[in-house]
Every structure is written in structure tokens, then in C-alpha cells.
């Protein structure tokens, strides 16, 4: 099954294409990798998937529905996390879960699951209980993927989601993308750090100055490139 499906996509910001008639699919269960060089168009790209701004022309379908003019649908069963995300810093973690639950659901028992869901995700142990405004990097980093993934959407779009973590945190947002993908969902996401996507995503897109240069597994490019390591498949 077809989760995510771009389709001669096309960016202008005002004269400038920042995206030149891109296309690529994203099945069901499969975590896809964005890849390219600062201002390549990942984050436009994923921006367009997410509704938060509009498509110049192409389409974008997610599980068949249109972006467009679907939009509110689209937004039932996605979960966008932006790069800079931030959380309102003077609740506690669980306190801010249980806010962004309530947008999804008002019945009281599926807003304790979905909470409850979060703070497991979050993985912050009693620190679920402090003001955000005290938590590192790396646990607002967490809590942003727990909010992110305890909606169970259907299409996670995660931009750089482990960027500036430690590796120890870095290690842990990676298990939590694996893990959610498990019961057939599917995520997009983007980085830079080659190394991790080889670990994490089934399949990558190359994307330089909002085209697309390849798609493939890692494996696939590594071999097509000669390239003894997944970076070198870039110089
Ligand atoms: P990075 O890895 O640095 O986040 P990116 O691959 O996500 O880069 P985008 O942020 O999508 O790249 O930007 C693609 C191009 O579009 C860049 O040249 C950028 O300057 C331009 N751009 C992005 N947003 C706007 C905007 N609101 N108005 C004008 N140009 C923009």
C-alpha cells in the first residue's frame, strides 16, 4: 500500500523553484529518508506534505488522499515535527503531552491512553513531571517525538529528528522511528548524517537544488556509486 504518494511537485517562492517537479512514493511500513545539502528543498518538501504551505502545481496524496484539497483529513492521520520545534516551556512534559492530546480526541479515556503513550515514548522517567524549561536538548528532543508519534499516525514527517543530539539520545529517536513503523505505519524524514539514515531508512532520495538526483536503498546506491560508504555516494 501507497502511504505517501508526490507527484510532479513543483515550490516557487515568489520567482525562485525551490522545487523542480519532484515525484516519489513512500509505502506503507517503510521509514524514507530525505536526503541533501543545506537548502537542497527538504524541509519545502516536507512542509508541502504536511499542509502548512501550498503546492505551486503536482499533487500530493497521503493513503490516497489529496493534500490539497483534502487537507483536513490529511492533518487526522499525519504528524509533522518541524526541525526548530518547541514545546510552551513553563508546563511539565506531561502536562504538554496531555495538551497536545486533547486536540486529538476529547473523550477521557483515549486522552489518558494517548498521554500514557507519550510519556512511555518520552522515555523521561520522573523528569515527565518538571517544567520543560528545565529539561536538556535531548529531552525536549524526546518529548517532541513522543508528542509526535503517540497520535499513531499513519504518515510520520519528521524533519532532522535526531539533529544536535548526543549519541546516546540520537541512538534512542532512532528506536523510536524503528520501532513505530512495526505496526504498519510509515515515516518520511529528513537529515543530513548519512550514516544514520544507512541504519534507519529502507529506502533514500537524493535531493540537490529541489531535484531529485536518485532513489534507492542504501544498499542499492552504495553499489550503483561504488561508493565503499553510503556518504561517499554524494562526492
Ligand atoms: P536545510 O537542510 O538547510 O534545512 P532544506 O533542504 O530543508 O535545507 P529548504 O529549507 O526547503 O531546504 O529551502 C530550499 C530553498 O528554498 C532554499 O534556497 C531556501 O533559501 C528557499 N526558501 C525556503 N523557504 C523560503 C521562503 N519562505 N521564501 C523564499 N525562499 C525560501
Known amino acids: 500500500m501507497i502511504a505517501l504518494e508526490v507527484s510532479n511537485l513543483v515550490k516557487k517562492y515568489g520567482d525562485f523553484e525551490a522545487i523542480k517537479n519532484i515525484s516519489f512514493e ?39 488522499y489529496d493534500v490539497k484539497k483534502e487537507g483536513s483529513h ?27 492530546a486533547k486536540f486529538f480526541t476529547k473523550d477521557k479515556n483515549s486522552l489518558k491512553k494517548m498521554t500514557d503513550k507519550g510519556i512511555e515514548i518520552a522515555n523521561l522517567n520522573e523528569r515527565i513531571n518538571a517544567k520543560i524549561d528545565t529539561y536538556s536538548k ?5 518529548l517532541l517525538i513522543a508528542r509526535a508519534m503517540m497520535t ?16 546516546i539520545n ?14 504498519g505505519k510509515a515515516v518520511l524524514l529528513s537529515s543530513h548524517n548519512m550514516l544514520e539514515v544507512e541504519y534507519m ?31 561517499d555516494v554524494f562526492i
Open 201 to 231: 531508512c529502507d529506502r533514500i532520495a537524493l535531493i540537490n537544488s529541489g531535484k531529485i538526483v536518485e532513489v534507492g536503498t542504501p544498499k542499492e546506491l552504495k553499489e550503483k556509486y561504488q561508493a565503499p560508504n553510503i556518504e
Open 152 to 167: 499513531e499516525p499513519k504518515l510520520a514527517i519528521l524533519d532532522e529528528p535526531s539533529s544536535g543530539l548526543d549519541v
Open 170 to 183: 540520537a541512538r534512542e529517536v532512532r528506536k523510536i522511528i524503528k520501532e513505530s513503523v512495526n505496526n
Open 138 to 142: 535531548g529531552m525536549m528532543r524526546k
Open 26 to 64: 513512500v509505502r506503507q511500513g517503510e521509514i524514507f529518508g530525505l536526503i541533501g545539502p543545506n537548502g537542497a528543498g527538504k524541509t519545502t518538501t516536507l512542509r508541502t506534505i504536511s499542509t502548512l504551505i501550498q503546492i505551486t502545481s503536482g499533487y500530493i496524496k497521503v493513503y490516497g
Open 74 to 100: 490529511v492533518r487526522k492521520i499525519i504528524s509533522y515535527l518541524p526541525e526548530d520545534a518547541g514545546a510552551y516551556r513553563n508546563l511539565t512534559g506531561k502536562e504538554y503531552l496531555e495538551f497536545v
